[in-house]
């Protein structure tokens, strides 16, 4: 990989040498931006020799995310990180010096020209469901611990079988929802979806609080009770359960429907009380949708990512009682620590896929056993123990 200085920051320095930074991958979608990139351990090679080829090389890799509206502090972070050299140039081209990083999502499009202009590089753009279900696949196949469900307070972890994987149902809950039925490494189909997701959380919640944030209203959330303005079942027979039909007292038979019988005037009621009963309504209508579309289509399993949930606990609570109610207890919501890198994660990957920069390949008999190809024979990125955080993965990877 050439990598030049853009002439921002003059000579980099020995710690962000182009040995250091590389394979910037970008996924920029309507609310949010989410950031992946490779950092080698410096003078960390595992194999005895330290060529730079054909070698493991040890670092990590970062996940990082920005809003959307707040694209040039997103931008000013990674130039004054210098990760804007961690990209590639055409290999038809080597004369070049023109520097191409990935990007997938609508803002790939979007702000192609602004990104130019402020880093100097150019966006090779990704396409956005290919790049969903690879960085998905990666996850599931390479990342000890990364899939489990949540309920009633109970986290648990689930072993993903890689010889029984396939199909499964993977719910994208971004701005709006993608449903996208995943047959194999490359072969996916979006079969449903819906405009009811995060945007819709944000931009009622920004309408009907205060918040000035997507995480200030998901904090406020927190301290809010659904009841006082959601319309139960309890509500309507007396604080009955409907057991003819399966429905307890508690169940939610009206979103907002309190609002409409209560004398009250609308700024009576607390705004952490909105937005825990608006978190409930979009997180139960996803996770029916979901499970409907699971049932149309036979299929068990179904994972749910996307920045909306953030390891949320009373969102993936909602979900999981939503498939989990609507499949009579056959279905289970799972859920992925890094739910939102995705697309950022299919992108990261697509270097490689398409040939640029060094060639990344699994190789058998080493330390690193979780070590498993996505695409073809040639994507692998195997990771040396179990998750760390959601900042970061200890990796390592073959440069041929």
Excluded at 156 to 166: A, P
Aim: net charge negative; hydrophobic share 35%; with cysteine.
């Amino acid at each position: 990989m050439d990598v030049r200085d853009s002439g921002f920051h003059g000579k980099l320095d020995d710690d962000q040498s182009e040995s250091q930074i590389s394979h910037l991958a970008l996924d920029i979608g309507g609310t949010l931006i989410k950031l992946v990139y490779f950092s080698r351990n410096k003078d960390n090679l595992i194999d005895e020799n330290k060529n730079r080829k054909n070698s493991f090389v040890e670092g990590r890799l970062h996940f990082a995310k920005f809003e959307t509206s707040k694209i040039n502090d997103c931008l000013e972070f990674i130039l004054s990180n210098k990760l804007h050299l961690g990209g590639f140039q055409h290999h038809e081209d080597p004369a070049s010096d023109k520097i191409l990083i990935k990007a997938t999502g609508g803002g790939a499009y979007r702000f192609a020209d602004l990104i130019k202009e402020k880093l100097g590089v150019s966006i090779e753009k990704e396409e956005e469901m290919e790049c969903l279900v690879a960085g998905a696949n990666f996850l599931l196949k390479a990342v000890h611990q990364e899939a489990y469900t949540y309920m009633d307070g109970r986290k648990e972890f689930v072993h993903i079988d890689h010889n029984d994987l396939y199909p499964y149902l993977l719910v994208n809950i971004g701005s709006g929802v993608s449903m996208i039925k995943v047959d194999g490494d490359g072969k996916f189909e979006r079969i449903s979806g819906t405009s009811v997701g995060g945007g819709t959380f944000w931009g009622l919640g920004r309408l009907l609080t205060k918040c000035k944030s997507f995480d200030e209203l998901l904090e406020l959330s927190h301290q809010g009770n659904n009841r006082v303005i959601d319309m139960l079942v309890g509500d309507i027979y007396g604080g009955l359960d409907y057991s003819k039909i399966g429905l307890s007292s508690t169940t939610i038979a009206s979103s907002f429907g309190k609002a409409i019988s209560d004398n009250r005037e609308l700024e009576e009621y607390k705004p952490e009380d909105i937005a825990r009963s608006l978190l409930r309504m979009i997180s139960n209508n996803i996770g029916q949708i979901a499970y409907l579309n699971a049932l149309r289509f036979g299929l068990k399993r179904i994972f749910f990512g996307g920045f909306f949930i953030r390891s949320h606990a009373f969102t993936m609570d909602t979900i999981s009682v939503a498939v989990n109610f609507w499949s009579k207890g056959e279905a289970k919501a799972m859920f992925l620590n890094h739910e939102g890198f995705l697309g950022a994660l299919g992108a990261f990957m697509s270097y490689v896929k398409h040939g640029h920069d060094d060639s990344i390949s699994p190789q058998s008999g080493q330390r690193y056993p979780v070590c498993t190809p996505l695409v073809g024979d040639k994507i692998c990125y195997p990771l040396n123990g179990d998750l760390n955080d959601n900042d970061s993965l200890e990796c390592s990877v073959y440069v041929a």
